[in-house]
């Protein structure tokens, strides 16, 4: 099945600093999306990347994809308070409908 | 607004009485996926769609039946709920599975089994 796994499980910064994510998977895919689960919400979508880009960006995101290794990383420049969340990836494509999350990493931005 | 509706928000079950849950997208999305979600372990797929009149089993399916009579709309049942059954219950709906759509979620139902 299509899967994303992140690391770390858990990282704590401090407010105006870079916080980056990793996300491995397993099998081939056709995009890989980021996404952000406040406390007890539902997830938001943040960023897709196709799998024949290498480097995305949007606002403070980056978004980078090596299909050799099978992983992608999640920058948020410039962290806020209100980026404290959980961050899961997705790996979606192949021929798997069964779409699978990782753990997610859950991402704490100190004031 | 368009998107992902699901209800109720808040259920709390006696264990072995029985209740749907209601996911409803007006976005005309052919996909759809109910995930559980539990302390520790992450967002666990349950059963998905890929259409109307279909259903499929994902990692989690036993205890669950669902039914996508409408496209628009994709229905989780427990039978005879389960105190291990408490959890958070996310829908999610997207265009396709395969090409560049991300997926909509939904605000999620806080189910309690007790």
């Known amino acids: 099945s299509q899967q994303g796994e992140e690391d770390p499980q858990a990282l704590s910064i401090q407010e105006g600093e870079n916080a980056t994510m990793n996300c491995s998977y397993k099998?081939?895919?056709?995009?890989l999306q980021w996404y952000r689960q406040n406390s007890g919400r539902g997830l938001v979508h943040l960023i897709l990347i196709r799998s024949n880009e290498r480097e995305k960006h949007s606002g403070r995101l980056r978004v980078t994809l090596d299909t050799s290794k099978k992983s992608s990383s999640l920058l948020i420049t410039a962290s806020r308070a209100a980026d404290t969340a959980s961050y899961f990836c997705l790996g979606s494509g192949g021929s798997n409908y069964k779409l699978t999350f990782g753990k997610g990493t859950l991402l704490t931005v100190n004031p | 607004n368009a998107g992902v509706t699901q209800t109720p928000k808040f259920r709390v079950l006696k264990t072995g009485q029985s209740m749907t849950l209601l996911c409803a997208q007006d976005m005309n999305h052919e996909y759809m996926y109910w995930y559980r979600q539990d302390p520790g372990m992450g967002l666990r797929l349950i059963h998905y769609s890929v259409g109307e009149g279909t259903t499929a089993k994902g990692e989690v399916p036993d205890g669950y039946n669902v039914s996508r009579l409408k496209k628009q709309n994709f229905l989780l049942g427990l039978e005879s709920a389960a105190p291990s059954q408490t959890s958070v219950y996310f829908c999610a709906s997207s265009y396709s599975w395969q090409i560049n759509y991300g997926y909509t979620f939904g605000s999620g139902t806080r189910l309690t089994v007790v």
């Open positions: 099998t081939s895919i056709n995009n």
